[in-house]
């Protein structure tokens, strides 16, 4: 007797993008060789085979007109959420996709191949409930900035522990020393069901400690996989990534 082929699982890409930032008001709607930042992370997801649906989610409706402007799906959320992953379950409460990933709306440079990458970790380990990225640390200077979060992994490249420390720390002294662990970079795939579970769960000790929202994730004994690439999309969290940003891609647009 023949047996059913099981049917993939379908996989949403969600775009969070607020409006309000401190440094950069408006950030997703900032201009970028001639389109909205927004637009840029939206044609990278699109890029992506056998994506069910990529949509924008947002707090505001002038990145929902915009978003609409250029061909692209936008759901509003509310305002009051207190992490991404909370807005991110708001929208996937609504959606019947297996997978959901979570592309930040300040990655314009982010690689098709990696968000396709972190994706398939998922649809290939039914036992894994997320997935994430990280890329390797090879400044002392980004090492010890507390803004770069930095994850500790396992030999089979599960997560061991998130935190802006500069982790894992030597005892001797390292001359001439090139790699500095692993940089984590907010790029997510989770199951449906794990995202919606986590929503569910009050802020654990270490995830208010560290302010890292997926230590709630490995607090509660949820398995988090990690991607590894030397790809190190940079996001725009300051008027000299903008700048840095838009000067890549006006190169590009050269070539």
Not at 104 to 124: F, K, N, T, W
Not at 225 to 241: F, L
Request: charge should be neutral; charged fraction near 25%; glycine fraction near 8%.
């Amino acid at each position: 007797m023949a047996h059913a082929r099981a049917t993939p699982p379908t996989t949403t890409v969600v775009i969070p993008a607020r409006y309000g930032s401190t440094r950069l008001p408006g950030k997703p709607l900032l201009d970028i060789g001639g389109r909205p930042m927004i637009e840029h992370v939206h044609r990278s997801a699109t890029e992506v085979p056998g994506l069910q649906r990529v949509l924008v989610a947002t707090d505001d409706i002038r990145i929902a007109d915009a978003v609409s402007a250029f061909g692209g799906e936008a759901w509003l959320t509310r305002r009051d959420h207190p992490t991404g992953s909370d807005r991110l379950a708001e929208v996937a409460r609504r959606l019947t996709s297996d997978i959901i990933v979570n592309v930040q709306g300040d990655e314009p440079l982010m690689p098709p191949s990696l968000i396709q990458r972190v994706a398939a970790a998922l649809s290939g380990d039914p036992t894994l409930g997320i997935a994430t990225v990280r890329c390797p640390i090879t400044d002392a200077g980004m090492w010890a900035d507390p803004h770069v979060v930095k994850v500790v992994v396992d030999t089979k490249g599960d997560a061991l522990y998130f935190s802006r420390a500069p982790v894992p720390h030597s005892r001797e002294a390292m001359p001439g020393r090139r790699e500095f662990g692993d940089r984590h970079i907010g790029l997510y795939a989770y199951r449906r069901t794990c995202l919606l579970e986590l929503a569910e769960i009050p802020p654990t000790p270490l995830e208010r400690i560290e302010q890292l929202e997926q230590l709630r994730a490995l607090e509660s004994g949820y398995r988090i996989g990690t991607i590894a690439t030397d790809e190190a999309p940079i996001g725009v969290d300051t008027p000299a990534d903008l700048e840095r940003v838009r000067h890549l891609v006006a190169a590009r647009a050269r070539e």
